[in-house]
C-alpha cells in the first residue's frame, strides 16, 4: 500500500500559515495605508470638482372629489357602467383628471411648449415623475422632482412646469365638458390637490459621504490585494 504522506507534506507547503500571513501583511501595512489614503484622495477630488446637483420636489393627489359634485351630476351614467354612484362618479372624475394632468406633464410636447414659451429650451433640467400605484377606488399622490446645477433653477422650473401643465389639461378638460353639454368649467387649480408643496432646493449629487466611503473601502481592498500578490510572489520566489 503506497503511504500518501508526501502527498500531504506537499499540502502543508503549500497552506499560508495564519500567523505567517498576518504577520507578512503586517509588514506591508505602510502599503496598504499608501493606497488607501491614494484612493480617499481620489474620491475627494471627484467630490471637490463634481458639479453639484440640486433638487426640489412636490408631492401632488388628485382633487377632493367635492371640487366635481356638480360636474358629476351633469354626466348621465350608463345602465352597463360600474360607475354609477354620485360619489363614484366624483371619485372617477377626480382620477381621470389627475391622471390626464399627470400624462400632461410627462409629455415631450407639453415640455418643449412650457421651454420654449419661457426660454428654459437650454436649461439644465431633468423632469422626474414617480406615479403611484393608481389603486381604486382613489389614486395614490405623485412625486413631482425637478433636477439642476442651478440650486435657484429647479424650484422655479418646479413651479412653472406644475402652473402650465395644469393650464394645459384645464384647457383640454373643459373643451370635453363643453362638447359633452357640459355646462361648468374646471379652473387649474382643481385639478389636483398639493399635498406637500415645493420646496427650496437642496444638493442631491454628488453623494460625498458616500463617495468618500467607497473610496476608503475600496482603497483597503485594494491594498490588501497588492499586499496578498506581493506575499505570494516572494513565497514562489523563496521556494526556486
Known amino acids: 500500500m503506497k503511504s500518501n504522506q508526501p502527498y500531504r507534506d506537499g499540502n502543508?507547503?503549500?497552506?499560508?500559515?495564519?500567523?505567517?500571513?498576518?504577520?507578512?501583511?503586517?509588514?506591508?501595512?505602510?502599503?496598504?495605508?499608501?493606497?488607501?489614503?491614494?484612493?480617499?484622495?481620489?474620491?475627494?477630488?471627484?467630490?471637490?470638482?463634481?458639479?453639484?446637483?440640486?433638487?426640489?420636489?412636490?408631492?401632488?393627489?388628485?382633487?377632493?372629489?367635492?371640487?366635481?359634485?356638480?360636474?358629476?351630476?351633469?354626466?348621465?351614467?350608463?345602465?352597463?357602467?360600474?360607475?354609477?354612484?354620485?360619489?363614484?362618479?366624483?371619485?372617477?372624475?377626480?382620477?381621470?383628471?389627475?391622471?390626464?394632468?399627470?400624462?400632461?406633464?410627462?409629455?415631450?410636447?407639453?415640455?418643449?411648449?412650457?421651454?420654449?414659451?419661457?426660454?428654459?429650451?437650454?436649461?439644465?433640467?431633468?423632469?422626474?415623475?414617480?406615479?403611484?400605484?393608481?389603486?381604486?377606488?382613489?389614486?395614490?399622490?405623485?412625486?413631482i422632482r425637478v433636477e439642476s446645477s442651478d440650486s435657484s433653477l429647479a424650484k422655479t422650473y418646479l413651479d412653472g412646469v406644475i402652473r402650465y401643465a395644469a393650464e394645459t389639461t384645464q384647457l383640454q378638460v373643459n373643451s370635453y365638458f363643453q362638447a359633452s353639454g357640459v355646462e361648468q368649467a374646471l379652473a387649474a387649480e382643481s385639478l389636483f390637490r398639493t399635498e406637500s408643496a415645493s420646496q427650496p432646493a437642496v444638493e442631491v449629487k454628488p453623494r460625498r459621504l458616500l463617495i468618500m466611503t467607497l473610496g476608503v473601502v475600496l482603497g483597503g481592498v485594494l491594498g490588501l490585494f497588492i499586499a496578498l500578490f506581493r506575499l505570494m510572489l516572494g513565497k514562489r520566489k523563496a521556494a526556486l
Open 12 to 143: 502543508r507547503q503549500d497552506e499560508i500559515d495564519l500567523a505567517e500571513l498576518f504577520e507578512g501583511l503586517w509588514l506591508q501595512k505602510t502599503l496598504i495605508f499608501s493606497v488607501v489614503v491614494l484612493a480617499s484622495v481620489i474620491a475627494a477630488v471627484y467630490c471637490v470638482l463634481s458639479k453639484p446637483v440640486y433638487a426640489s420636489s412636490a408631492v401632488l393627489a388628485p382633487a377632493p372629489i367635492s371640487l366635481y359634485g356638480s360636474i358629476a351630476g351633469q354626466f348621465k351614467s350608463d345602465a352597463g357602467n360600474s360607475v354609477n354612484t354620485p360619489i363614484a362618479q366624483g371619485m372617477a372624475l377626480s382620477n381621470d383628471t389627475f391622471r390626464l394632468y399627470l400624462a400632461n406633464l410627462a409629455s415631450t410636447e407639453v415640455r418643449q411648449a412650457f421651454d420654449a414659451k419661457f426660454g428654459y429650451s437650454k436649461a439644465p433640467v431633468e423632469l422626474q415623475i414617480k406615479k403611484g400605484r393608481e389603486a381604486k377606488p382613489f389614486d395614490d399622490p405623485a412625486s
